[in-house]
């Protein structure tokens, strides 16, 4: 059934994802809602593959592609959906759906990994650090998006200068509030996700730390996010730097977590 889901979530994101273009297009609000409801219904489908993928004996390792993007991209999903009742964020839609609907489809693009000693050795904790770190570098994700749609509006302001084409982007204090909040969820999911590992790691063989590539090149990214972040809201950083600071955090701990991952 976990391949069905993923077929029926990812085509109900392109229904969605294709209602936002053409409500984009029109500045049709209908369109833009129902593109939401379509988001909403592909995220249900999408859970239930996970619930799926999950309850099998073979756990998904963050570092596979094929099963750290799908999650991740839900994960935004669902942040972006709850968003919605805080922030008129409705004009990106035309952005999200169609990432959900790659988020689903990307699934049949990787070929399943082998299960690790350590995989089948503890399951229980090996499930709950990889759907905490990928819905906390989902989160990051969106803290670094916002960052980069402030500089890009803040840009635009100063420039006093009408572009030719007019995207339906927030204001700059609403991004500036999902920069703040999807940076303290994000790291706080994150942290987790590293508590969760290191008790993986002891369950298995006694060490409280695994020694690795990926390991360390995340234990290296995760304190210099925490700096970010006690500068976010700690040291009184400013919105433009703190957008800046979230776009580099997330492109840190990408590469360590995914790319020193990969190259371990």
């Known amino acids: 059934m976990v391949f069905e889901f993923y077929q029926l979530a990812a085509a109900v994101y392109l229904v969605a994802a294709l209602a936002a273009a053409l409500g984009f297009a029109l500045s049709s609000k209908r369109l833009s809602r129902a593109a939401v409801a379509g988001l909403a219904v ?12 999950h309850e099998g004996e073979r756990t998904p390792p963050l570092t596979d592609l094929a099963y750290l993007v ?6 935004l999903t669902v942040f972006y ?5 805080r922030v008129r964020l409705i004009g990106l839609t035309v952005v999200i759906a169609p990432l959900a609907f790659v988020g689903a489809f990307v699934e049949f693009l ?3 990994a082998p299960q690790s000693g350590l995989e089948a050795a503890s399951p ?17 994700a969106v803290a670094g998006v916002a960052g980069a749609l402030y500089m890009a509006r803040h840009r635009t302001i100063k420039s006093k200068r009408p572009s030719a084409i007019q995207l339906p982007l927030p204001s700059l204090e609403a991004l500036d509030r999902v920069n703040a909040l999807s940076l303290v969820i994000g790291f706080l999911l994150l942290s987790l996700g590293v508590a969760t590992g290191v008790l993986w790691t002891h369950t298995v063989d006694g060490r409280l730390w695994p020694d690795t590539m990926h390991a360390n090149a995340t234990l290296a990214a995760w304190l210099v996010l925490a700096v970010l972040v006690a ?6 950083q400013g919105a433009r730097q703190s957008a800046l600071s979230s ?16 190259l371990a």
Not at 42 to 53: S, T, Y
Not at 231 to 236: K, M, P, Q, S, V
């Open 247 to 262: 776009m580099a955090g997330f492109a840190l701990m990408l590469l360590a977590v995914v790319g020193a991952g990969m």
């Open 42 to 53: 592909g995220a249900v489908m999408h859970a239930l593959a996970f619930w799926q993928l």
């Open 110 to 112: 990787g070929a399943p």
């Open 124 to 140: 229980i904790w090996s499930h709950v650090h990889v759907l905490l770190s990928s819905a906390g570098l989902a989160l990051l």
């Open 81 to 85: 959906l709850l968003l919605l009742a």
């Open 231 to 236: 500068a976010r809201f700690g040291a009184g």
């Open 70 to 75: 799908p999650f991740a991209v839900w994960s």
